[in-house]
Every structure is written in structure tokens, then in C-alpha cells.
């Protein structure tokens, strides 16, 4: 049963047509895709936990004598980029902060080379790609660690040039919806037309303030409970179901 699944008294055949109509719903004006990165599209830091990568930050911070910037939930917080937004937070366009993120760039191209791809979503990209969708990466990674990693998955071809990541203003991390905002001006997309895939509270929270769609990925119900905590609607657990569906009714829209 799918995170977006609340009735038991329905059989599993009623139940996965329910949700295949609410995703040909969801998906049915759709002309724009924003996909956010690692989540959706792989699991960036499959081969070193992103709890480590942290971990390695606070530890650089310590070294160098600044670990007091971090209240002690920032130190024992599993998300590098939750860190790297505290830093910037009190010391602003300095070069500190340019020297972390130079050092989260180069932990994201490493990790590259062990990313594992999130199920069902090569078939799904290029689904998309190929019924006439125009796709674009909104994340708070680098860019080109994205661009590397789809390079090396076939794909880059279905989202280039349309990459959309980290620059230097940390500010504008996502939930900030500028990485959203510059895909809808590069693309000159209607927001109503376009739909975000992510997988975090701030990806639904960038989505919101920019006027487009979401859909919520979820591989389990830790991110399931978030995702519904900040306010999105409609999950799915898996792509596979998502990428029969755009297929269907991108049959139906051929001439």
C-alpha cells in the first residue's frame, strides 16, 4: 500500500486503481517536470552515509576552532546541508562558508561514482522526455555532480542545459524556491503547468512558494510522515506505477 493510501476496507486491485487515476490526475496538465536530485533521481550518498558526510563537516569546523558557530542540535544534525546553511546563516558570503562549500562540492563528485539510482526512474526520465515534456534538475546540490552523475546514467541529454543548483548565495537553498523560480524563467514555464518530484519537506515548501504542483517520493514512512506534516497531498512510495502511467497517457496523446 502507498503512503498516499488511507482506506483498508478496499481490495489491492481497487486500491492501485485509485491511485492510477489520481496520478493521471496529477500529471494530466502537465507540460514541465522539476525533479529534485538525490531522492528522486538516485541516492547520492548510497556508498557513505550523508549522516557521515555531516559528521566530517563538524568535524572540519572542530579542527579549525569553529565549532562553537553549531548549537549542539546543528552538530548532531545527519544533514550536511542543514549545516552548511547554519554557517552561512552567521557568517554570510564569507570565505569560510566558500571553503565549506567548495569541500561539499567535492564530497558530491566522489559520491558519485557509488550512486545508486533510485528504482524505476531511468525509465521514467526518459518516458517523460520522450512524450514531450520538458525536464529540469532543481536541487541543493552542485550542479555539476548532477551533471556528472546523469552523464554516466545516459540521461544527461533528457535535462540539459536545464540544471538548476547550489550557487554561492546558501540563502537560496531550497526551501527558498530560487533553484524552482530560475527552471520557470530559463523554461519559460506556467507554474500551473509544471509539476515538482521531491522527496523533502523543503522541496514541497520551494514548490509551494513558486505556484507549481508536487508529488511527493517517499521510500518509506519516515519521509512519507514529513512529506504530509508540511502539507503535500500526493505521494507515491515507488515510480513504477508513475512511469506506466505517463506512458499511457502519453499513448493517449499521440496523434
Known amino acids: 500500500m502507498t503512503p498516499d493510501s488511507t482506506q483498508s476496507d478496499v481490495t489491492p486491485t481497487e486500491s492501485a486503481t485509485v491511485e492510477t487515476e489520481r496520478l493521471r490526475d496529477v500529471i494530466a496538465p502537465v507540460r514541465f517536470v522539476l525533479f529534485d536530485f538525490d531522492g528522486p533521481i538516485c541516492r547520492l550518498f548510497a556508498g557513505r552515509p550523508a549522516a557521515d558526510v555531516a559528521r566530517d563537516l563538524v568535524q572540519w569546523l572542530k579542527e579549525r576552532g569553529l565549532r562553537g558557530l553549531l548549537t549542539a542540535e546543528e552538530k548532531e544534525?545527519?544533514?550536511?546541508?542543514?549545516?552548511l546553511r547554519a554557517v552561512d546563516r552567521r557568517h554570510p558570503d564569507s570565505d569560510l562558508v566558500a571553503e565549506l562549500e567548495q569541500w561539499l562540492t567535492r564530497q558530491e563528485l566522489n559520491a558519485v561514482a557509488t550512486a545508486m539510482p533510485t528504482a524505476y526512474v531511468d525509465p521514467l526520465i526518459r518516458t517523460w522526455s520522450a512524450?514531450?515534456?520538458?525536464?529540469?534538475?532543481?536541487?541543493?546540490?552542485?550542479?555539476?555532480?548532477?551533471?556528472?552523475y546523469l552523464a554516466r546514467r545516459g540521461t544527461l541529454g533528457c535535462f540539459a542545459p536545464h540544471i538548476y543548483g547550489r550557487t554561492h548565495d546558501l540563502s537560496r537553498l531550497k526551501p527558498d524556491p530560487d533553484c524552482v523560480e530560475r527552471a520557470l524563467r530559463a523554461m519559460g514555464a506556467e507554474p500551473r503547468a509544471t509539476l515538482m518530484i521531491g522527496d523533502a519537506p523543503s522541496d514541497y515548501v520551494a514548490a509551494e512558494r513558486a505556484g507549481v504542483g508536487f508529488l511527493g517520493y517517499a521510500r518509506n514512512e519516515r519521509k512519507a510522515r514529513l512529506l504530509r506534516e508540511a502539507g503535500a497531498e500526493h505521494l507515491v512510495d515507488s515510480l513504477e506505477r508513475l512511469s506506466r502511467v505517463v506512458y499511457a497517457n502519453g499513448r493517449m496523446k499521440a496523434p
Open 77 to 83: 544534525e545527519p544533514d550536511p546541508y542543514v549545516v
Open 131 to 148: 512524450v514531450g515534456a520538458r525536464l529540469a534538475v532543481t536541487t541543493n546540490n552542485a550542479p555539476c555532480a548532477v551533471g556528472r
